[in-house]
């Protein structure tokens, strides 16, 4: 799995992930486990949808 989440995209997905489990925990429903889903993304900097559309966030490494 090739990285195709950038830094600014993590952060997003992760702030993202508190603020759905935290409206599931507050409303007391099941729809809060979708939370695991963007932060799962932005953990392992790899997202299988961007692959299908052919997006990719993160910068190029510099060559040495």
Known sequence: MKCNVGKTDKVVRMILALVIG???IYFKSWWGLLAVLPLFTGLISFCPVYTILGLNTCTP????
Do not use: D, E, P
């Open 61 to 64: 490494k510099s060559v040495q």
């Open 22 to 24: 935290a409206l599931g």
